[in-house]
């Protein structure tokens, strides 16, 4: 074993380079995971993964745009699509497609959401192959998305008890580990509420208010033929129960043409970045 190792690089070395079990590989064997073992939580750096989209280049001849910082957009008004690195909730990364509403406007509908940890073991302060995997991944997905047919509004959607008992099974069987499932709500024709509580005596927010319930709201606008869905917390001030409603964590439209598995898929992955 060298001589003279910093702290860091003795704590990397394995039992059997220690005490000379096999032969001494050096410091390149601690030089891979040097920067991560010093700086332990490395955030995802997102804007190389759109840097990374520009660089690959059209969607089946639509142009990447960058809007904002965290905003990729393809093609013109009437067939766009997006890329929007979104920290609501925690980060991940909403893929979405506009379309026609019953009324003749445009809303953007949501088709896939990538969650993101915000924690990656880059091998070094130049190693980007990690935002570059991912920006492939979108891509991938980004060409699917626009060899669809286009999707729109639909009137007398009666399927929305259907879609929200499938939603409910899954938030029953995958939810944070720091809630519980309590039920489902219905607050009015095609308006239902998915809640959950949380354990014990609710979860301190960062605001040092303390968490009680968590909702997911979804129902279908006869008005515009769509689907909404979004999601909040509930808060009340410390060693109080006022039960404040919270900005949502998500907010996506849905057309009721997709699929009730492609909707859910959504919408669980927006919840495991909870």
């Excluded at 997905?141 to 009137?155: H, W």
């Excluded at 279908?220 to 006022?242: F, M, V």
Aim: net charge negative; charged share 25%; aromatic share 10%.
């Amino acid at each position: 074993m060298q001589e003279n190792m910093t702290f860091m690089e003795w704590l990397g070395v394995p039992p059997e380079q220690m005490f000379g079990f096999v032969g001494n590989f050096g410091p390149k064997a601690t030089e891979k995971t040097k920067v991560y073992s010093e700086e332990p939580l490395e955030p995802l750096q997102v804007s190389l993964i759109l840097d990374e989209l520009g660089w690959l280049g059209s969607i089946n001849n639509k142009k990447p745009q960058r809007l904002f910082e965290n905003v990729m957009s393809y093609g013109d008004v009437a067939d766009r699509m997006q890329v929007v690195v979104s920290p609501y909730g925690s980060l991940k990364i909403i893929l979405r497609k506009v379309a026609t509403t019953l009324e003749g406007s445009y809303i953007p509908l949501c088709y896939s959401i990538y969650p993101l940890i915000n924690d990656y073991n880059h091998n070094g302060e130049n190693d980007d192959h990690i935002e570059n995997m991912i920006a492939n991944k979108i891509a991938d997905k980004l060409n699917e998305m626009d060899k669809r047919m286009m999707l729109g509004g639909e009137r007398n959607f009666e399927g929305t008890r259907e879609l929200v008992l499938e939603m409910a099974q899954h938030v029953r069987a995958n939810h944070p580990r720091c809630m519980h499932f309590e039920g489902v709500i219905q607050n009015g024709e095609n308006d239902y509420t998915i809640y959950l509580q949380y354990n014990g005596q609710g979860v301190e927010a960062p605001s040092a208010k303390r968490v009680e319930q968590f909702d997911i709201h979804l129902n279908y606008d006869k008005d515009t033929g769509l689907i909404r869905c979004w999601a909040n917390e509930i808060t009340s001030p410390t060693r109080q129960h006022l039960w404040q409603v919270q900005p949502s964590e998500w907010d996506e439209y849905f057309s009721p043409k997709q699929k009730n598995s492609e909707i859910v898929e959504c919408i669980m992955n927006a919840l495991y970045t909870y």
